[in-house]
Nanobody, 128 residues
């Protein structure tokens, strides 16, 4: 049974930083593409970032590029999302997904949310 657990969400002021963590167990973690998605109230879920098995390929949503950094520690079965210069529009529930399907398009790396194992989410609230 695969378990995915996120942590690190909090209330922070605009311009602040948070680091989200996600631990996944019950799968071959060091083979798995991992990703972070978010959903704000009244909005569709969107892919924020994803990372391939060894960290050599990453994807970022345009609005978080240069502010967020995804990384992973395969020895700890954990993926991280460092979020800097947070903005009120980053407010959302952030979900970690494990064992995503990944593909290349136009030379860029993407992860699909169509498959994978999902955590329960962690709330990030950014006040202005």
């Amino acid at each position: 049974q695969v378990q995915v657990v996120e942590s690190g969400g909090d209330l922070v002021q605009a311009g602040g930083s948070l680091r989200l963590s996600c631990t996944a167990r019950g799968l071959k973690f060091d083979d798995a593409a991992m990703g972070w998605f978010r959903q704000a109230p009244g909005k569709e879920r969107e892919g924020v970032s994803c990372i391939n098995w060894n960290g050599g390929r990453t994807y970022y949503l345009d609005s978080v590029k240069d502010r967020f950094t995804i990384s992973r520690d395969n020895a700890k079965n954990t993926v991280y999302l460092q979020m800097n210069d947070l903005k009120p529009e980053d407010t959302a529930t952030y979900y970690c997904a494990a064992d995503l399907s990944a593909y290349f398009s136009g030379g860029n790396y993407y992860c699909s949310s169509a498959h994978g194992y999902w955590g329960q989410g962690t709330q990030v609230t950014v006040s202005s």
